[in-house]
């Protein structure tokens, strides 16, 4: 296995406790491009992505991808312990893209990970640097067991043929602002372009040009969570032909308008 720690970028967006109603908490179709912890300290609910349905429990933790076409809710008043994170390797290839994992997991000690998580959510209160860094560290040791014990699957055919398709990711990243093709995408891989269309979507689930459409998209979504973050501007720098196309575009792909996703955002839903 490839020293993927040397190649591995994670940014914590956002890190809470939320105490949550069946009125309030419920919700189809959301598409973020972030992943997600949860920890459900009380009561119990749902969640569905990517088609399969998953029972909240409480002292379960749940890592759950970005996109998804996510649903959730619950039947009675719950508490989640809940962050919310981007994680990357290869300089711009996401983790969830690129490694198998499983969403459900049992605690082998679950106060030792009650206690974790409230020492991040108290290092995400914190200014200095060290406190940042050791929430980002407490991220890490939380996530990574969910990837673990996976290492046929990694190893597989089809996991090779992924790491051929490295560069032409990395290269997608990199130049979400300018014009891509995917005859410009066939060559960095050395395919037909033919074939590396049908080897694309085989392996990523969509289209080379969805997918470079869906990653303008969720960067964008990225940048509305900056107040000053005007369409416009956004529209011109992720390859946009203006503020309408973009605005069209992003409802088609995440369900929401941006001034909706925007809202949704300071709602801080878990």
Known sequence: MEA????????????????????????????????????????????????????????????IPPRGNLSYGCSENMQIWWMHFIATLFGGVDLFD?????????????????????????ARRGLLPADQLEA?????????PFFRDLGETFHGEAHEEKRRFIPVLQYIDANLGRSI???GLARI??????????????????????????????RVQLELQRPEAKL???????????????????????????RDFRKARREAHP
């Not at 890190?15 to 912890?37: I, K, N």
């Not at 749902?46 to 409480?58: A, N």
């Not at 980002?136 to 990574?144: E, H, K, P």
């Open 136 to 144: 980002t560290g407490i991220l890490i040791q939380l996530v990574a």
């Open 232 to 258: 416009e501007a956004l529209a011109r720098q992720y390859g946009f032909h203006d503020a309408f196309h973009l605005s069209r575009t992003f409802k088609r792909l995440t369900g929401l308008s941006p």
């Open 4 to 63: 993927l720690v040397t190649h591995f970028e994670v940014q914590m967006l956002d890190s809470r406790v939320s105490h949550l109603t069946p009125a309030y908490w419920h919700r189809e179709g959301d598409r973020q491009p972030y992943g997600r912890v949860y920890y459900i300290k009380q009561g119990s609910g749902f969640i569905r992505t990517y088609g399969r349905r998953y029972e909240l429990v409480p002292g379960r933790l749940y890592l």
């Open 181 to 183: 093709s995917v005859a």
């Open 98 to 122: 690129y490694l198998p994992y499983r969403v459900e997991r049992v605690p082998d000690d679950v106060r030792w990970v009650e206690q974790q998580m409230l020492r991040l959510l108290q």
């Open 189 to 218: 891989a050395n395919y037909e372009k033919s074939h590396f269309s049908t080897r694309f979507a085989a392996l990523f689930g969509t289209p080379p040009m969805k997918y470079v459409n869906r990653k303008r998209i969720e």
